[in-house]
């Protein structure tokens, strides 16, 4: 993205534990920061806006993989203004653009343009991927379980799925605390998934968001919102964001579930780039 910058960071089954991995996530953007010139300062908006979608949840998956983008809306008009004419060129009948969809021959026709008005947003865009061998991120052993003193707040859940909410709930909570300052309101916009198919699981998300996230931040944020695409007014304006996510997740997950080779991974567990030969479909 010209106007946005990309982090990509994962665990592998033989990586470092979560502690560890902040340390070297957050190194790797200092290099890459020093190398390729100042993120945007989203500590200036009044208002943060994130985006997210996840990857590799699929039984044949390698990978589960996060993303985030995180953004001032204050300054998306020339996004939106881009948006609307790839829309009304390239998509008809109001198609949502996905990842998987892009078997589609209007949204595959009409991605090189989308990700071009995607450059036009402002911001980051960060996104985890994390070996399917690493069962929880949370605890040492085998069992799969998560354990926190947030656990009422899991009761009902699968294992799989209390533990993948753990793992939303954290990255987002490291995501702000590197580009937030006090008193700044945050709105998240999440895909409608298994983490959040309902209300009632919104309101629980939210619950543990602010207190888990309570113990990233160093100061305290204004008000915090958290929704789901589901908020989208039928003009695909949330989606399309939330889109650029689901994307970018998709396609890193097929890449990094195509190789095979263990000198693939980088030394510290993290990266900027991706040396492998994109496959096909992220190619296009």
């Given at each position: 993205m010209e106007s946005a910058?990309?982090?990509?960071?994962?665990?592998?089954?033989?990586?470092?534990?979560?502690?560890?991995?902040?340390?070297?996530?957050?190194?790797?953007?200092?290099?890459?920061?020093a190398a390729w010139g100042p993120?945007?300062?989203?500590?200036?908006?009044?208002?943060?806006?994130?985006?997210?979608?996840?990857a590799g949840f699929h039984k044949q998956a390698r990978y589960e993989v996060f993303s985030f983008i995180l953004t001032n809306p204050e300054m998306l008009g020339p996004w939106e203004r881009a948006r609307k004419l790839v829309r009304e060129k390239s998509l008809p009948n109001a198609r949502r653009m996905s990842y998987k969809g892009l078997n589609d021959a209007f949204r595959r026709g009409a991605l090189g343009t989308f990700l071009d008005a995607a450059n036009q947003i402002p911001g980051l865009l960060l996104t985890f991927a994390i070996d399917?061998?690493?069962?929880?991120?949370?605890?040492?052993?085998?069992?799969?379980?998560?354990?926190?003193?947030?656990?009422?707040?899991?009761?009902?859940?699968?294992?799989?799925t209390a533990e993948r909410t753990m793992r939303v709930i954290h990255l987002a909570s490291l995501c702000l605390r590197g580009t937030t300052r006090a008193d700044q309101?945050?709105?998240?916009?999440?895909?409608?998934?298994?983490?959040?198919?309902?209300?009632?699981?919104?309101?629980r998300f939210v619950d543990l968001f602010?207190?888990?996230?309570?113990?990233?931040?160093?100061?305290?944020?204004?008000h915090l919102r958290i929704g789901t695409t589901r908020l989208d007014t039928g003009r695909r304006d949330v989606e399309d964001l939330v889109a650029i996510c689901d994307l970018a997740a998709g396609a890193l997950q097929d890449n990094l579930s195509l190789s095979k080779d263990v000198n693939f991974w980088p030394r510290h567990h993290y990266s900027t780039t991706l040396a492998y030969p994109l496959a096909r479909k992220p190619r296009l």
């Amino acid at each position: 993205m010209e106007s946005a910058s990309t982090v990509a960071g994962w665990f592998h089954e033989d990586g470092p534990p979560l502690g560890e991995f902040v340390n070297h996530l957050s190194a790797s953007i200092a290099r890459t920061e020093a190398a390729w010139g100042p993120f945007p300062d989203l500590r200036k908006a009044p208002t943060i806006l994130i985006g997210s979608d996840y990857a590799g949840f699929h039984k044949q998956a390698r990978y589960e993989v996060f993303s985030f983008i995180l953004t001032n809306p204050e300054m998306l008009g020339p996004w939106e203004r881009a948006r609307k004419l790839v829309r009304e060129k390239s998509l008809p009948n109001a198609r949502r653009m996905s990842y998987k969809g892009l078997n589609d021959a209007f949204r595959r026709g009409a991605l090189g343009t989308f990700l071009d008005a995607a450059n036009q947003i402002p911001g980051l865009l960060l996104t985890f991927a994390i070996d399917r061998g690493v069962h929880s991120l949370f605890r040492r052993d085998d069992r799969d379980t998560v354990r926190s003193p947030e656990l009422n707040l899991l009761a009902g859940m699968s294992s799989i799925t209390a533990e993948r909410t753990m793992r939303v709930i954290h990255l987002a909570s490291l995501c702000l605390r590197g580009t937030t300052r006090a008193d700044q309101d945050v709105l998240w916009i999440t895909d409608e998934d298994e983490i959040v198919p309902n209300e009632k699981r919104l309101r629980r998300f939210v619950d543990l968001f602010t207190a888990v996230s309570s113990h990233y931040l160093v100061h305290d944020l204004r008000h915090l919102r958290i929704g789901t695409t589901r908020l989208d007014t039928g003009r695909r304006d949330v989606e399309d964001l939330v889109a650029i996510c689901d994307l970018a997740a998709g396609a890193l997950q097929d890449n990094l579930s195509l190789s095979k080779d263990v000198n693939f991974w980088p030394r510290h567990h993290y990266s900027t780039t991706l040396a492998y030969p994109l496959a096909r479909k992220p190619r296009l």
